[in-house]
T-cell receptor, first 116, second 112 residues
Framework: GAVVSQHPSWVICKSGTSVKIECRSL??????MFWYRQFPKQSLMLMAT?????????EQGVEKDKFLINHASLTLSTLTVTSAHPEDSSFYIC????????????FGDGTRLSIL | GEDVEQSLFLSVREGDSSVINCTYT??????LYWYKQEPGAGLQLLTY?????DMKQDQRLTVLLNKKDKHLSLRIADTQTGDSAIYFC????????????FGKGTHLIIQP
C-alpha cells in the first residue's frame, strides 16, 4: 500500500536550534501534503497545507516564519521549525494525498521533537 | 469551521463489541475516517467512508454514517487486547483534498 516516510522519527536539540523534518511519499506522487501537530494526550491540529511548486497555506494562528514549509518535488515536503523553543516541543505528523487516486490521506509515523 | 466530537473513553470486555461514536458539524464533509493510534506511534488508517455511503464493513470493522444527524460510528466486533488504543474520527471536505479535522480521540480500554 501507499507509504509515507517521515524523518527523523525523534529529535532532541537545544533551544534556538532550527530543525528540519522531511516527509516523503515513497510509491506515489503527492502534489499536496499536510502538516499536523499533536500535543501530548491531545488531538491532531492541522498546521498547514503544502503545495508542490507554490507557497504553503497556513492555518489561522500558525506562524509561517516560524514553521517554514518547502514542497520542492512531488515526493518531498519539508517542515523547518526555526529557532525552536521548548514550547515548540510536540509530535509533528505529515500526510500526503496521492494525486492519481481517490485514496485517503496517508500518514507518516510522525516526528517527536523535544527542545531543551 | 468544522467541529468533531468524540467521547474520551470507552471500556469494554474482551470479546464484546466496541462502538465508538463521533459527531461532526459540517454537512459538506465528504470523506470520514477512522484512525488508530497506539502509544508513541503514528496514525494507522483503519477505514474510511465516502459521504454517499451509509455503511461500510471490513472484517471486524463496521462503519455507520447518518448524514442527517451528522453521526459516524465505528464498531469493532470481538474486541481483543490488541485493539487497545486511541481511535480518532476525522473528516474532510473539498472532495477529500483538504486537511483533516480530527476529534479528540477515544481511548479504548479492554477489560479481561
Amino acid at each position: 500500500g501507499a507509504v509515507v516516510s517521515q524523518h527523523p522519527s525523534w529529535v532532541i536539540c537545544k533551544s534556538g536550534t532550527s530543525v528540519k523534518i522531511e516527509c516523503r511519499s515513497l510509491d506515489f506522487q503527492a502534489t499536496t501534503m499536510f502538516w499536523y501537530r499533536q500535543f501530548p494526550k491531545q488531538s491532531l491540529m492541522l498546521m498547514a497545507t503544502s503545495n508542490e511548486g507554490s507557497k504553503a497555506t497556513y492555518e489561522q494562528g500558525v506562524e509561517k516564519d516560524k514553521f517554514l514549509i518547502n514542497h520542492a518535488s512531488l515526493t518531498l515536503s519539508t517542515l523547518t521549525v526555526t529557532s525552536a523553543h521548548p514550547e515548540d516541543s510536540s509530535f509533528y505528523i505529515c500526510s500526503a494525498l496521492d494525486q492519481n487516486s481517490n485514496q485517503p490521506q496517508h500518514f507518516g509515523d510522525g516526528t517527536r521533537l523535544s527542545i531543551l | 469551521g468544522e467541529d468533531v466530537e468524540q467521547s474520551l473513553f470507552l471500556s469494554v470486555r474482551e470479546g464484546d463489541s466496541s462502538v465508538i461514536n463521533c459527531t461532526y458539524t459540517d454537512s459538506s464533509s465528504t470523506y470520514l475516517y477512522w484512525y488508530k493510534q497506539e502509544p508513541g506511534a503514528g496514525l494507522q488508517l483503519l477505514t474510511y467512508i465516502f459521504s454517499n455511503m451509509d455503511m461500510k464493513q471490513d472484517q471486524r470493522l463496521t462503519v455507520l454514517l447518518n448524514k442527517k444527524d451528522k453521526h459516524l460510528s465505528l464498531r469493532i466486533a470481538d474486541t481483543q487486547t490488541g485493539d487497545s488504543a486511541i481511535y480518532f474520527c476525522a473528516v474532510s471536505s473539498g472532495g477529500g483534498a483538504d486537511g483533516l479535522t480530527f476529534g479528540k480521540g477515544t481511548h479504548l480500554i479492554i477489560q479481561p
